[in-house]
């Protein structure tokens, strides 16, 4: 779990360099850190990618933040 | 049709440099920039002649024009655009900066903005298909924006908040030209004050090239001509086209919006002629040509006596430089003084018309026209070919041709502005 919490906010940080500058929480939402939908879809992307775990990305749709992502993702490699 | 839509802002990356005012330089020094690339392909390596844009790097390009510090903040975060992209909102930016328009287009419902060409990321598809060959599912989700020939559309928009139409134009080879006629008939409509024309740059992957190769259009790799002296438009020795990166924009503008806030521009968007001929292929018609060509002339309440000098289409494929003479003959234009920029810049295919209408205005703002390159013995000599740079001259009207593959044929006069 916190192996692919490091992944997505590596991920994360790719796709809104201005972060970096910035205190987040892993609960806070993806809105909140500015991240819109095609953004969302690609930290997604990058991260399944990044660990080789091919799932329907309709099976994390319901995510809102670091947290719940890597929860959902942590789950899905542990049963797939 | 009414003289009622002005050039008001240019902006150009072609293989002279990066930026109008570049290009406008080498034209009159008359400068070339071709050379030989090779492609790699399932391991096989493959020559081409072209003429290469210098090297582009949008973010210190973009930091050089003067833009308001939200526009640029927005601009640097760019993220996933093709180099096609980065080229045409490089130079729609520098368009609208040199036209004093940045601030008045943002938030406007009064402003269009039409892009030139279709298919024109090829070379960025390729590598990202390339790529996710064996790993399909994880293609980045941002490949389904990148693909449509739209997303510089969607960029400028997003850019600069603009909210009128917006969309693209493709007619192969006319692009350019059909762009920036659409770019009229929104003004003449009275629906919008001004049109950011641009063409992105068309860049191709390897399957392109060889296509036009194939076809018999473009010209193979020669070793017996240095890359300077390959490319002939209107010569003896001519054998097609070579391709050259190019990408530009210019900015329409309704002469009443121009006047109310004295801007004079580069020149008048005076009429237009587009006809097809009745053939799907790469065949070129004298009789399409010319009845565009004569549309155009009479569109602008003109003679072909009236007109100073022809842009003409002069791709150097044979049958296409004979196509067109002739049709220009047909046309009543001997002994006009004639020439062709891509024999400078290359074939920019689908953006070949707004950079050849930009080398238009500088020439008849400057009073001169760039030397045709290597036209050492002109297939004809019923026109006035340009062979040096010729300077001092009172250039009022300009024509210029775009033909497309699919028997598409755009012409279009630009005027000089009246004191």
């Known amino acids: ?69 890597a929860e959902l993702i942590s789950l899905k490699k542990m049963n797939n | 049709m009414e003289d009622n839509v002005i050039i008001s802002g240019i902006g150009a990356i072609t293989p002279l440099g990066i930026g109008a005012a570049s290009f406008a330089n080498n034209l009159k020094i008359g400068q070339s920039n071709f050379s030989k690339i090779s492609l790699e392909q399932s391991n096989a390596s493959y020559q081409y002649i072209i003429g290469m844009a210098p090297d582009f790097d949008f973010k210190t390009e973009v930091k050089k024009l003067d833009l308001p510090e939200e526009v640029l903040k927005k601009a640097l975060r760019l993220r996933h655009l093709s180099k096609s992209v980065l080229f045409g909102t490089y130079c729609a930016l520098e368009s609208l900066v040199d036209a004093g328009l940045v601030e008045k287009v943002m938030n406007s419902s009064k402003v269009a903005i039409v892009s030139a060409g279709s298919n024109t990321q090829q070379s960025n598809l390729h590598k990202i298909q390339e790529k996710y060959r064996e790993k399909v599912t994880f293609i980045n989700p941002n490949y389904a924006i990148n693909f449509f020939d739209t997303d510089i559309v969607g960029v400028l928009s997003e850019l600069l908040q603009i909210k009128g139409e917006g969309y693209s134009i493709g007619s192969a080879s006319a692009s350019g030209n059909m762009a920036i006629i659409h770019g009229k008939r929104l003004i003449s409509y009275q629906s919008h004050d001004i049109v950011i024309v641009v063409a992105p740059l068309m860049d191709l992957s390897i399957f392109e090239y060889q296509g036009f190769i194939n076809i018999g259009a473009m010209k193979a790799i020669d070793e017996t001509l240095a890359p300077n002296n390959a490319y002939r438009p209107f010569d003896e020795k001519h054998s097609g086209f070579i391709y050259g990166q190019c990408a530009g924009c210019i900015v329409l503008e309704s002469s009443e919006h121009a006047s109310d806030r004295k801007k004079k521009g580069y020149g008048i968007l005076s009429g237009y002629g587009v006809v097809m001929d009745g053939n799907r292929g790469a065949k070129p018609s004298k009789k399409g040509e010319a009845e565009a060509m004569r549309m155009a002339i009479y569109n602008s309440g003109l003679k072909a006596a009236h007109i100073d000098y022809v842009n003409t289409h002069g791709t ?11 049709a220009m003959l047909d046309v009543g234009l001997q002994d006009v003084k004639a020439n062709s920029t891509k024999s400078l810049t290359g074939h920019g295919l689908s953006a070949a018309g707004v950079i050849e209408a930009i080398a238009c205005l500088i020439q008849l703002n400057h009073g001169f026209i760039h030397k045709s390159n290597n036209l050492s013995n002109p297939i004809n000599n019923e026109i006035n070919w340009i062979k040096e740079k010729s300077s001092g001259l009172n250039i009022n009207t300009v024509l210029s041709n775009s033909f497309g593959f699919g028997g598409i044929n755009t012409s279009l006069i630009l005027k000089k502005l009246k004191n």
């Open chain 1, 1 to 69: 779990m916190e192996k692919v919490i490091a992944i997505i906010k590596e991920n994360l940080l790719d796709i809104i360099p201005e972060l970096a500058d910035e205190e987040f929480s892993n609960d806070d939402s993806f809105v909140d850190l500015g991240a819109n939908s095609l953004d969302r879809g690609e930290l997604i992307t990058l991260t399944l990618e990044h660990i080789n775990l091919d799932i329907p990305r309709i099976e994390l749709a319901k995510a809102q933040t670091i947290n719940e992502l």
């Open chain 2, 316 to 326: 150097g494929s044979v049958i296409g430089d004979t196509t067109e003479v002739e």
